[in-house]
């Protein structure tokens, strides 16, 4: 299991097929521990998909996928992705809390449940997440009497509490009102501050510019340019890039 | 909302207007001379709703509809849940078996299958020097509980099946595995969608029970072809009317609970 650079995730050519549609053409990115890697690019060019790749959710046809120790693309088994699962948490547009649950069950079952940590532990835990999250007093509110920031928010601390080294973010404030998307970025922000490896696909191009260590624009399954935020918003180099900013921006 | 309010008004309107009719008509044959074969109806009633004349103890009639509706769907229940797990199952060739057989159930015709009990089951069979012997009954029973079965199997998918396949995708990443997933996160949400799905084909089972008569089971449509048969032609409308409403009031009400339960569980999150 030796890795082959000191990166915490190293992609290398992922291609894949869904049907005959090829949506990711051969996919390289590395992502170091405690980087911020932001992921934009228009509607379909596989910008989810690639987060999905990287914890297993989707296997992959070709290429190469680490995440700190572990060689996801040799792991044939669900029960082989566990360990993998624990050190990547995903949040994602949908929010996709477990309806049934309170805002704090919510939280607190998979720690219990998938981890065996003691529960009395996990809730003291997950209280604590709740108020870092800024939904203190909301803990025994059910997914469907909070708002979407809320629920998002939530969903967050729910990724926070299996204690991860990485968190994928996929387009968490798409679905938001645009009064909630600050909240729930602000969360973000305070993440990546404390140094969490993040790895978010993101519309929002000022809060990418804002917290990216590195931005990379993906079109029709590549990467088509990957510089650090200034670099890549001020003197974007590819003129599809340049096309994507002049119609986002 | 506001057209839904209206609707739902004149719903409730239409309703009384033809309770109202109903009743008028009731009290206007009353007077033509109804009334007696009314009487008549009322003084065999203990037998159309227990089989039994004038002592109240079980022998057929409608009690036997409700026994027979009751003891299917508990073995329907059964049967369902084992096939919706077959449908549900990793291994294809189980879903596949469970899908075929549960296709043919859904689409033969009760009457059919209930007849084909009677020639599929024998009379008797000899296990281990005991002789059992399947009634008339007995042979309902299964012939009604197994298009239920496929019925509710069918429910059983479709509940699972309607859960957001986001759900999936979450707990996954979050580290749960298939069992666990369904355990925790798939069934008690599709739970609650499969209970007026459930109530409904009990509904619908209660009302083919009637369809038992061609096993000879003594349930109270054969009582109407039977014991009742000598009674005079008008007498039997009467008869015929009472037990139609026997049903009705059996299973309107329990369609009206399943479907405000259905209207709840879609308010549901997601
Ligand atoms: N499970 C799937 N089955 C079939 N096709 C899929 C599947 N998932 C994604 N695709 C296809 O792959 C392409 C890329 O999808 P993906 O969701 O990765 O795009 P995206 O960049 O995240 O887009 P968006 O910004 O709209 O979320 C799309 O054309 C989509 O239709
Ligand atoms: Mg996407």
């Given at each position: 299991?030796?890795?082959?650079?000191?990166?915490?995730?190293?992609?290398?050519?992922?291609?894949?097929?869904?049907?005959?549609?090829?949506?990711?053409?051969?996919?390289?990115?590395?992502v170091?521990?405690?980087?911020?890697?932001?992921?934009?690019?228009?509607?379909g060019?596989?910008?989810?998909?690639?987060?999905?790749?990287?914890?297993?959710?989707?296997?992959?046809?070709?290429?190469?996928?680490?995440?700190?120790?572990?060689?996801?693309?040799?792991?044939?088994h669900?029960?082989?992705?566990?360990?993998l699962?624990?050190?990547?948490?995903?949040?994602?547009?949908?929010?996709n809390?477990?309806?049934?649950?309170?805002?704090?069950?919510?939280?607190m079952?998979?720690?219990?449940?998938?981890?065996?940590?003691?529960?009395g532990?996990?809730?003291?835990?997950?209280?604590?997440?709740?108020?870092?999250v800024?939904?203190?007093?909301?803990?025994?509110?059910?997914?469907?009497?909070?708002?979407?920031?809320?629920?998002?928010?939530?969903?967050i601390?729910r990724?926070?509490?299996?204690?991860?080294?990485?968190?994928?973010f996929?387009?968490?404030?798409?679905?938001?009102?645009p009064?909630t998307?600050k909240?729930?970025?602000?969360?973000?922000?305070?993440?990546?501050?404390?140094?969490?490896?993040?790895?978010?696909?993101?519309?929002?191009?000022?809060?990418?510019?804002?917290?990216?260590?590195?931005?990379c624009?993906?079109?029709h399954?590549?990467?088509?340019?990957?510089?650090?935020?200034?670099?890549?918003?001020?003197?974007?180099?590819?003129?599809?890039?340049r096309?994507?900013?002049?119609?986002?921006l | 909302?506001?057209t839904?309010?209206?609707?739902?008004?004149?719903?409730?309107?239409?309703?009384?207007?033809i309770?109202?009719?109903?009743?008028?008509w009731?009290?206007?044959?009353?007077?033509?001379g109804?009334?007696?074969?009314w009487a008549?109806?009322?003084?065999?009633?203990p037998?159309?709703?227990?089989?039994?004349?004038?002592?109240?103890?079980?022998?057929?009639?409608?009690?036997?509809?409700?026994?027979?509706?009751?003891l299917?769907?508990?073995?329907?229940?059964?049967?369902?849940?084992?096939?919706?797990?077959?449908?549900?199952?990793?291994?294809?060739?189980?879903?596949?078996?469970a899908?075929?057989?549960?296709n043919?159930l859904?689409?033969?015709?009760w009457?059919?299958?209930?007849?084909?009990?009677?020639?599929?089951?024998?009379?008797?069979?000899?296990?281990?020097g005991?002789?059992?012997?399947?009634s008339?009954?007995f042979?309902?029973?299964?012939?009604?509980?197994?298009?239920?079965?496929?019925?509710?199997?069918?429910?059983?998918?479709?509940?699972?099946?309607?859960?957001?396949?986001?759900?999936?995708?979450?707990?996954?990443?979050?580290?749960?595995g298939?069992?666990?997933?369904y355990?925790?996160?798939?069934?008690?949400?599709?739970l609650?969608?499969?209970i007026?799905?459930?109530?409904?084909?009990?509904?619908?089972?209660?009302?083919?029970?009637?369809?038992?008569?061609?096993?000879?089971?003594?349930?109270?449509?054969?009582?109407?072809r039977?014991?009742?048969?000598?009674?005079?032609?008008t007498?039997?409308?009467?008869?015929?009317?009472?037990?139609?409403?026997?049903?009705?009031?059996?299973?309107?009400?329990?369609a009206l609970?399943?479907?405000?339960?259905?209207?709840?569980?879609k308010?549901?999150?997601?």
């Amino acid at each position: 299991m030796t890795a082959r650079n000191q990166s915490l995730i190293e992609l290398d050519g992922i291609r894949k097929s869904f049907g005959g549609n090829e949506v990711l053409k051969g996919i390289s990115l590395n992502v170091a521990k405690g980087e911020a890697v932001c992921i934009i690019g228009p509607s379909g060019s596989g910008k989810s998909t690639i987060l999905r790749c990287i914890n297993g959710l989707i296997p992959i046809d070709e290429g190469f996928v680490r995440v700190g120790k572990h060689r996801v693309h040799e792991i044939r088994h669900e029960r082989g992705m566990r360990p993998l699962r624990r050190q990547v948490a995903m949040v994602f547009q949908q929010y996709n809390l477990f309806p049934h649950r309170t805002a704090l069950e919510n939280v607190m079952m998979a720690p219990v449940q998938v981890l065996k940590h003691d529960p009395g532990e996990v809730r003291e835990r997950a209280i604590a997440l709740m108020a870092k999250v800024r939904l203190a007093g909301k803990e025994s509110s059910y997914p469907g009497e909070l708002s979407g920031g809320q629920q998002q928010r939530v969903a967050i601390a729910r990724a926070l509490a299996m204690q991860p080294e990485i968190i994928l973010f996929d387009e968490v404030t798409a679905a938001l009102d645009p009064e909630t998307v600050k909240d729930v970025l602000t969360t973000i922000r305070e993440l990546v501050e404390e140094g969490m490896t993040c790895l978010l696909v993101t519309h929002e191009m000022r809060f990418a510019r804002e917290v990216a260590d590195r931005v990379c624009f993906t079109d029709h399954g590549l990467i088509v340019e990957s510089a650090p935020p200034a670099a890549l918003f001020d003197t974007p180099q590819d003129p599809r890039t340049r096309e994507f900013l002049s119609q986002v921006l | 909302m506001l057209t839904d309010t209206r609707y739902q008004r004149r719903k409730r309107l239409a309703l009384l207007a033809i309770l109202g009719a109903a009743i008028a008509w009731i009290a206007f044959d009353a007077l033509l001379g109804g009334s007696a074969e009314w009487a008549r109806v009322i003084s065999r009633l203990p037998l159309l709703l227990t089989g039994s004349g004038p002592a109240w103890s079980i022998q057929g009639g409608f009690a036997f509809n409700v026994l027979m509706g009751m003891l299917s769907m508990a073995i329907a229940t059964l049967l369902g849940l084992l096939m919706g797990i077959a449908l549900l199952a990793r291994n294809a060739w189980l879903r596949r078996g469970a899908f075929m057989i549960m296709n043919f159930l859904r689409n033969s015709p009760w009457i059919v299958l209930l007849f084909a009990m009677l020639y599929l089951l024998p009379h008797r069979v000899e296990l281990f020097g005991t002789t059992l012997s399947f009634s008339p009954f007995f042979k309902a029973v299964v012939g009604l509980s197994l298009p239920t079965a496929a019925n509710f199997a069918e429910i059983i998918r479709g509940a699972v099946g309607s859960v957001h396949s986001g759900q999936w995708e979450s707990a996954r990443s979050l580290g749960y595995g298939t069992a666990q997933i369904y355990r925790q996160v798939i069934l008690p949400q599709a739970l609650r969608r499969m209970i007026p799905g459930w109530m409904n084909l009990y509904a619908l089972l209660m009302i083919a029970t009637a369809l038992a008569t061609v096993t000879g089971v003594q349930e109270v449509v054969t009582l109407l072809r039977t014991t009742l048969a000598m009674e005079s032609e008008t007498a039997l409308v009467y008869f015929y009317l009472t037990v139609l409403l026997m049903f009705f009031l059996y299973c309107y009400p329990i369609a009206l609970l399943a479907r405000r339960l259905e209207n709840r569980t879609k308010g549901d999150a997601i």
